[in-house]
Structures are given as C-alpha cells and as structure tokens.
C-alpha cells in the first residue's frame, strides 16, 4: 500500500503555535513513499528507497536516475526547520533526489554556490522571503526556483511573492503535490540551464581571446570585476550590474573573428587594418543576437568603442545616444588598457591612467560625472586587482 505523506503546520501537528515551521505526517498504516506510475515511453522513473532521517546539515545521496543516464534526477537544498529538513529531504531522497540539507539561510546560500541545486525548499516567513531574495540578486543563483512552504499566512505568502518565490504553497501540502511540483520545476530548470550554457560559451569564447594574446591575459577578469564595482558605486540596479559584468568578459568578443596578424600586430596597422579591427564591435554583437539574457549586454558590445562626441566607432553615434553601460565599459576598459603593458609601450600607473580618462572627459569624449566617479573609485583604492575570485555574472 502506497504511503500517503502530507506536511501540515507543527501547530497542527502538535497542538503548540510554532510559527512556520512544519511536519511531514506519516500515515501510520505504510511504510513506503509512493511509487511512480510506470511511463507511456517504457523507461521507469527513479525507484523509491526506504525513508531515511538526516540529522542536521548533512547531504543525502538517493538512487540514480534509470532514464538510461548515470546521473541523479536532480539536487535539491533543504533548509530550515529541523523536522522539515528531515521528512521533506527524506521524501525527496527516496525519489532519487541529492538532497543537501541546510540549517539556516547563511549555511543554504553556501550550498547553492558550490552545489548550484535544481531546487531549494525552505519554510515560508521572513526568513525563506530573505533566503529567496539573497538568491534572485545573485548572478549565479537567480534562475534556481525556490518553493516555501508554511501554513494559511497571508502576510508570509505576500512575502513569499515579493520576494519572487517560485511558488508558495500553504499546508497540508500533498507529498504527491510536492514531488510533481519538484519534478516540473526541475524540468523547467533545464531550459534555463541551456541558455546559461549558451551565454557561458560566448564567455568561454571571449576568453580564447585573451589565450591568443599573453598581453591581454587577465584582461576579461579585471574588466569583470570593475565594471561590476563601478555600477554597484553608482548604485545601478542589480541586472544593470550583472550586464556591466558580462559585458566585461564579452565587450571584444568579436576579435575571435580577427586574424592573428592584425589582432597580435606588434608594429602600426596598415592604413586599412583599423577598419578591420573596429569590425570587432559589429561583429561581436552579431555573436550575441538571438540571446535573450544577453539583451542589455549587445549595447555594451556594439558600442564601448563609441564617444560622446560622435567620434567613436562603429556608428559614430553621440550623447544619450550612446547607452550609460556601454559608456562605463569604455571607461572601464580604456583603463585597464592603460594600466597593462603592451608591446609598443609600457604600463601607467593608476594615478596617469585617470589623468588620461579626465582628459578624455575635458575633451568631450566621455561624461564628466562618470569618470569623476571612476576616479574615485581608484583613489580609494577600491580597483585593486584581485579582489578575490571574479565570477561572472
Ligand atoms: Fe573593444
């Protein structure tokens, strides 16, 4: 006989108000978690396993998938009240889940960067709304759904939603509800992990770049991290950042089409290589074009060679015309150009390099107000190179 869980608030459960925190019940008369119903394709779903407790933080590995792969049907985190983690983790392990148990918020955004899971479930309230919107504002964990769960609290629920909670659901809550929600979550999921896939070649393809070029080694990283500084400085909205640092790896991604003779020319370029070159703007958006999650991220690419002046290339665009992202990678770039060595000259100090960038404002090819900014940042100090491991967004 199938075993019929459901979570229900401890209130329920116990008799004591216990704010969100819940219990998975257990019909007493089974001892099994249910079963999957075979498929139309004839390939059987993960196979159930006993029920096992998890005591504390700690990860439980569950059968492998037999869809033919060798490969577990997806990770989940766990977090929050201990009872919770325990029967809602030993469900899902019992239906070919990892299940990474967390004691906290602190100890479940640990998890979620070294383990990127498929899925985190945690109590619903302030605490799984915070746990929700520390992982929408992280690059790398934003797209990972989140499913709270607590009891008929309007209030927790509004905050659930605010918090761009994938789901919230009230007790009792189904174990069959709860596993066919993972599952087409998880589903859901691998969508969003190909179009991650495609940005993170575009990236790996930019820095092939740099391989090509032991002069520019390191550049993508550093553009990478202070771009991202610069737009956390002025306060630009978290999306607006992590654009800043894709478009810190991606800015020349359109020099992978360059031929090595102009790209690694140590001499002048001939009369008619600088047109070449600038093609790289063109180019390296035209890479970009059919990815959505590169959409603020093609302006960066097609114009940080542009100057408010309409002196720029490619379009010889002017002002407003020219975005706010792209202008700041320009300045950000035109940086790092100055503070490398390159083969027909050697590297600025920081304190030439903003000279240059004021003059370059004075001049009218960037905002005043940007490079004040930028130069700022340098004084104190907040550019310096490594800052600790650059992810990129
Ligand atoms: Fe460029």
């Known amino acids: 006989m199938a075993a019929v869980y459901r979570i229900m608030s401890s209130s329920a459960a116990t008799g004591m108000p216990s704010g969100y925190a819940l219990r998975l019940l257990i019909d007493p008369h089974a001892n099994q978690v249910p079963r999957h119903r075979p498929r139309m394709d004839?390939?059987?779903?993960?196979?159930?396993?006993?029920?096992?407790?998890?005591?504390?933080?700690?990860v439980r590995s569950g059968p492998r998938s037999s869809d033919g792969g060798n490969h577990p049907a997806g990770t989940i985190v766990v977090v929050g009240d201990v009872h919770n983690r325990a029967r809602v983790g030993g469900l899902l392990h019992?239906?070919?889940?990892?299940?990474h148990a967390a004691q906290d918020q602190r100890e479940a955004l640990e998890i979620v960067r070294q383990r990127t899971p498929d899925v985190v479930i945690s109590d619903a309230g302030s605490a799984g709304a915070e746990l929700c919107a520390r992982l929408r504002d992280d690059p790398l964990a934003r797209f990972v759904p989140v499913v709270l769960i607590g009891d008929r609290n309007e209030e927790a629920r509004l905050l659930g939603i605010e918090a761009v909670a994938t789901d919230v659901l009230c007790t009792p809550v189904c174990s069959g509800e709860l596993i066919q929600k993972v599952r087409s979550l998880i589903r859901l999921k691998r969508y969003t992990d190909d179009l991650d896939s495609a940005d993170t070649i575009l990236a790996t393809l930019a820095r092939t770049i740099e391989a090509r070029d032991p002069y520019t080694a390191g550049?993508?990283?550093?553009?990478?991290?202070?771009?991202?500084?610069?737009?956390?400085?002025?306060?630009?909205a978290s999306d607006e950042v992590v654009a800043l640092r894709r478009g810190g790896v991606l800015h020349d991604l359109g020099k992978v089409a360059l031929p090595d003779a102009i790209l690694l020319k140590a001499g002048p370029l001939t009369s008619a290589e600088p047109d070449v070159m600038k093609r790289h703007t063109q180019i390296g958006e035209h890479l970009c074009q059919d990815l959505k999650t590169l959409r603020l991220v093609r302006p960066i690419i097609r114009q940080h060679h542009e100057r408010l002046d309409g002196s720029g290339y490619p379009d010889g665009i002017s002002g407003e015309d020219v975005s706010l992202l792209a202008q700041m990678v320009?300045?950000?770039?035109?940086?790092?150009a100055l503070t490398t060595v390159r083969p027909y000259r050697a590297a600025q100090g920081p304190e030439a390099a903003c000279h240059v960038l004021a003059h370059e404002a004075e001049i009218g090819w960037r905002r005043r107000?940007?490079?004040?900014?930028?130069i700022r940042l340098c004084q104190i100090g907040a550019l310096h190179y490594p800052l600790g491991p650059p992810p990129i967004g």
């Open 369 to 374: 107000d940007l490079v004040s900014e930028f």
């Open 330 to 336: 320009g300045i950000v770039d035109a940086y790092d």
């Open 94 to 99: 019992a239906c070919g889940y990892v299940v």
């Open 42 to 58: 004839g390939q059987s779903r993960p196979r159930p396993v006993a029920q096992t407790t998890l005591h504390g933080a700690g």
């Open 219 to 236: 550049h993508c990283d550093r553009m990478t991290q202070y771009a991202g500084i610069f737009g956390t400085h002025l306060g630009l």
